[in-house]
């Protein structure tokens, strides 16, 4: 039987891998470039730790050209949402947002992301 974790480790390592020799990058000036210490991306790289959630949240925050479904899944997909694009056409204030409410549906809350990677969630 395969081992799935495995198997997911490999090709994980293998995409980050791909980031580095196309950002033309040692693993230690990436670590430097997104934030963390170099063991940690050693740690991955050997499959002796799997990435965290904050791990690749700051690699596809310093890389914006690698798509998060690529990162994770190894996959391509034209359903990948780029935050600050989709953002910038938001109104602004919040107070200006005019919502149409059907009895059904109700928005459970809404989160704006900003550029310098904050994020304000308005619960209903």
Not at 70 to 82: A, F, P
């Amino acid at each position: 039987m395969i081992n799935f974790t495995f198997v997911y480790m490999e090709k994980f390592t293998n995409r980050l891998l791909k980031i580095l020799e196309s950002k033309n990058l040692s693993a230690s000036q990436f670590a430097e470039k997104i934030g963390v210490q170099r063991s940690s991306v050693s740690h991955v790289l050997s499959g002796r730790n799997k990435p965290s959630l904050d791990f690749i949240i700051k690699i596809i925050t310093v890389f914006s050209d690698i798509s998060l479904d690529w990162l994770i899944k190894g996959v391509k997909s034209d359903k990948t949402i780029n935050i600050q694009k989709e953002t910038s056409i938001l109104p602004s204030p919040i107070e200006n947002v005019s919502i149409n409410e059907s009895t059904e549906n109700k928005i459970k809350e809404i989160v704006f992301f900003y550029k310098d990677n904050s994020f304000k969630i308005f619960k209903n």
